[in-house]
């Protein structure tokens, strides 16, 4: 890419991740900026940093959608392009014999909260998106509508802990409790499943006797704030390219999976 790209934000939180992507497109170590920031929930002190560097914000509330399903299901209008049988068979987030009412209703309330946020984002005509500590999974619905182009994917996901150990909300957490002596944080492109998408770049750091969860976390939030803008600059400067390898294994069967290829500059 020759000029610098444009990146959207969703958050769900603090927004440290955003605060030093936003940093480092202003100190030109991404040639990029941030031209929205969304979340699912107002009032969290991300949207306000966005505010202090004039990126306009917006906010789809999940809550909100999620208790009106409750409520009354045929109350929620769901966008006329959803279909959830192909939801179902794309997605890689619940086991084939979770319960169905469940499922549904996930998927559901999904596909009304995405539908709003394609709209939003859609004015903004951006490049790449980025979730940084947005505490929601995508599903295929959304994916695929922005994803247009199934072999250069544009979402990316920082996640805080060595994919593919211990995905999920509580990385860290996870880490520490298993007893770890190294923990990190990895970041991917985003797929179907839940931490699963493939790898861009990997941080780690050394657990140490004494580290309690408190002080884990701090050393991943500071290479996280480092590993997140480094990747976001080589996707702008178009260095990034997936590819499905397979392998064949010892036993005779074969292993496939896409994985990301960084390209050397120039």
Known sequence: MDKAIRIGALIS?????????IDACEDGRIDGQVVFVGSDKDGVRGLQRARDHNIPTFVVDY?????????????????????LQDCLQRQNLFPEDSDSARVKAF???RAAAEA????????YRIDLLVLAGFMRNLTPYFIDRFNTDQDNPRIMN???ALLPSFPGVDGYGDT????????????????????SGPIIGQRCFAIEEGD?????????LEQEWQLYPECIQLFARNRLRTVRLTHKLDDG???????????AEG
């Open 176 to 195: 520490y409790r298993y007893g770890c002596k190294v923990g990190g944080c990895t970041v991917h492109f985003i797929d179907y499943g839940e931490d």
């Open 116 to 123: 709003a946020l394609l709209a939003q984002i859609e004015p």
């Open 158 to 160: 920082i996640h805080p």
């Open 107 to 109: 998927f559901a309330t």
């Open 63 to 83: 809550g909100e959608i999620i208790r009106k399903y409750r409520k009354s299901p045929e109350a929620l209008a769901l966008p006329q392009d959803f279909d």
């Open 253 to 263: 069967s074969l292993y496939s999976r896409t994985v990301v290829k960084i390209l």
């Open 212 to 220: 309690s969860l408190d002080t884990i976390k701090q050393k991943g």
């Open 13 to 21: 939180g603090g927004g440290t991740n955003l605060q030093a992507i």
